[in-house]
């Protein structure tokens, strides 16, 4: 394994796996891959892992190609050749899928894809999900929740699948962007891209455009919100 891999992005990748114990022996993982960075490093940070790691652990790629994705063959190949273990499930929804009441249907779809993930997860007795949520999502769903639902809540490293015995885990929680960035153009992975119009224009923009201006004066604000999150004093809530 090459140094930079350690120090680029294997040893947060493999801090948050120990240190929230996401991965057990003999743990079958699905990862749900879109074709972007995060979900891509995903996949082949815990390939990686897998070699290293004293845990005898399965993992495993899914695409959920649902009609709007770019590079598709080009990205197919090169992972391929990355050695990567990576399936494609067609199921042709998102051209049916419109705006409604002035809403993106970027919920619906996400939900959709979710689902159809969690169905071959099932159908394939994989017993968890891996999900790429970063640091940065992480934050921005803390920022997002407080001024729109006025509660405190993040998302978690670890939690269950509400309807199965299927758990979901989210081992780039305490990677950047940043480094996530860096590790895929060291790679030069071509990544995919989705075609839908809906899909370059985010909700969180906003909560990242506040975060960012935030992070000027506090460089350091996204990882003690981390932190955080994981150091609360019950005591001191109302």
């Given at each position: 394994?090459?140094?930079?891999?350690?120090?680029?992005?294997?040893?947060?990748?493999?801090?948050?796996?120990?240190h929230?114990?996401?991965?057990?022996?003999?743990?079958?993982?699905?990862?749900?891959?879109?074709?972007?960075?995060?979900?891509?490093?995903?996949l082949?940070?815990?390939?990686?892992?897998?070699?290293?790691?004293?845990?005898n652990?399965?993992?495993?790629?899914?695409?959920?190609?649902?009609?709007?994705?770019?590079?598709?063959?080009?990205?197919?190949t090169y992972?391929?050749?990355?050695?990567?273990?990576?399936t494609?499930?067609?199921?042709?929804?998102?051209?049916?899928?419109?705006e409604e009441?002035?809403f993106?249907?970027?919920?619906?779809?996400s939900?959709?894809r979710?689902?159809?993930?969690?169905r071959i997860?099932?159908?394939?007795?994989?017993?968890?999900i891996?999900?790429?949520h970063?640091?940065?999502?992480?934050?921005?769903?803390?920022?997002?929740?407080?001024?729109k639902?006025?509660?405190?809540?993040?998302?978690?490293?670890?939690?269950?699948?509400?309807e199965?015995?299927i758990k979901?885990?989210?081992?780039?929680?305490?990677?950047?962007?940043?480094?996530?960035?860096k590790?895929?153009e060291?790679?030069g992975?071509?990544?995919?891209?989705?075609?839908?119009?809906?899909?370059?224009?985010?909700?969180?923009?906003?909560a990242?455009?506040?975060?960012?201006?935030?992070e000027?004066?506090?460089?350091?604000?996204?990882?003690?919100?981390?932190?955080?999150l994981q150091?609360?004093?019950?005591?001191?809530?109302?």
């Amino acid at each position: 394994m090459n140094k930079w891999e350690s120090n680029v992005y294997l040893k947060k990748l493999r801090q948050a796996v120990d240190h929230f114990q996401l991965i057990k022996p003999g743990d079958r993982i699905l990862v749900g891959v879109s074709g972007g960075k995060d979900s891509t490093l995903l996949l082949y940070g815990l390939s990686q892992l897998r070699k290293v790691h004293p845990y005898n652990f399965e993992v495993e790629g899914l695409i959920v190609n649902h009609g709007m994705l770019g590079n598709m063959e080009t990205y197919l190949t090169y992972c391929k050749d990355l050695g990567l273990k990576l399936t494609v499930h067609t199921e042709l929804y998102a051209e049916s899928l419109g705006e409604e009441n002035g809403f993106s249907p970027c919920y619906t779809c996400s939900r959709l894809r979710k689902g159809i993930v969690k169905r071959i997860a099932l159908e394939k007795e994989f017993n968890a999900i891996a999900y790429g949520h970063t640091l940065e999502d992480v934050v921005e769903t803390f920022f997002m929740n407080i001024v729109k639902q006025g509660k405190i809540a993040g998302i978690p490293a670890l939690s269950q699948e509400s309807e199965s015995d299927i758990k979901l885990i989210r081992p780039l929680i305490l990677l950047d962007e940043v480094a996530i960035q860096k590790a895929i153009e060291i790679l030069g992975i071509p990544l995919m891209h989705d075609t839908c119009t809906f899909a370059h224009g985010r909700v969180r923009d906003e909560a990242e455009k506040v975060i960012q201006r935030i992070e000027e004066t506090y460089p350091a604000f996204s990882e003690q919100v981390v932190k955080a999150l994981q150091n609360v004093d019950l005591n001191r809530l109302l």
